[in-house]
């Protein structure tokens, strides 16, 4: 199909989608589809549902595991902010009051919402904390916190020196901090070691730009280095008081 046709086609059915908002109707026409030539399709509410059914689905599924992972819980949210595009869109609308009814709110502009918080932002960023603990599993079963919730994540790091209590040829660093890290099957980083009293093991912990968690251990003997990644690590992005 031309360039021109395809884009055509777009068009007509991103106003058919508008109409759908209000309207049980919409049509879409073209004049010129390719070489099928003059076409007309209407679309009734219903087929629209059916068509649109698993971007809804999918996006709720989004929401949901977001207020999971937050730790907040459903019963605690009082409000339900809708803004972007989308939020006009009848068949998410109808899924969201199902499940948080009067708690939605649209503010009068949600077409540009997003794009005057994206330049709020641009002026004045805020800062990112981290929203969940991480550390490591100590050899009497104790955690020890590497990060705190709440903690600044930009240019954060922390060093430690930690040894082995038994005549063990590894070491073995057991990172937890939340039930989803506590399900991964490589939170282990392995570490080979001389035995008790010989060597001490330094441990680094840094977030990088991509606010990834990145841990790298040495060996005070100086043969053995090794590094692990977390890029699951749940935070937060909060703006300051005078900008808001």
């Known amino acids: 199909m031309p360039s021109t046709s395809r ?7 991103e106003r058919a989608k508008c109409a759908l908002s209000d309207e049980d109707m919409a049509t879409v ?16 509410y219903d087929w629209f549902v059916d068509i649109i059914d698993p971007e809804v689905t999918a996006a709720i599924n989004c929401l949901k595991k977001a207020i999971d992972e937050s730790e907040i819980g459903m019963a605690n ?20 009051q199902m499940i948080f009814g009067d ?25 990112y904390f981290s929203n969940q603990n991480l550390g490591i599993v100590l050899s009497d079963g104790n955690h020890f916190n590497l990060l705190k919730s709440g903690e ?14 038994d005549n063990a040829r590894q070491a073995k660093f057991i990172f937890t901090g939340s ?3 506590d399900q991964l099957s490589d939170r282990v980083l392995m570490m080979p070691v001389y035995g008790f009293l010989q060597e001490e093991l330094k441990l680094r912990a840094f977030i990088d730009e991509d606010l990834v968690f990145n841990a790298v251990v040495t060996s005070s003997m100086g043969t053995s280095r090794r590094a692990w990644n977390y890029s ?8 300051p008081e005078s900008s808001k």
């Open 7 to 13: 884009d055509m086609l777009l068009v007509r059915a």
């Open 29 to 44: 026409s073209l004049n010129n589809y390719g070489e099928y030539g003059a076409c007309r399709e209407s679309m009734d």
């Open 77 to 96: 949210i009082d409000r339900v902010l809708m803004v972007g595009g989308s939020s006009n869109l009848r068949p998410l609308i109808e899924r969201m």
């Open 103 to 127: 708690k939605l709110y649209f503010p009068d502009d949600v077409m540009w919402n997003v794009a005057q918080g994206a330049s709020q932002l641009a002026e004045t960023p805020g800062e």
């Open 152 to 165: 600044p994540l930009k240019s954060w790091k922390k060093e430690c020196t930690l040894g082995i209590v």
């Open 179 to 181: 039930s989803e890290l």
């Open 232 to 239: 699951g690590l749940r935070f937060y992005y909060r703006i």
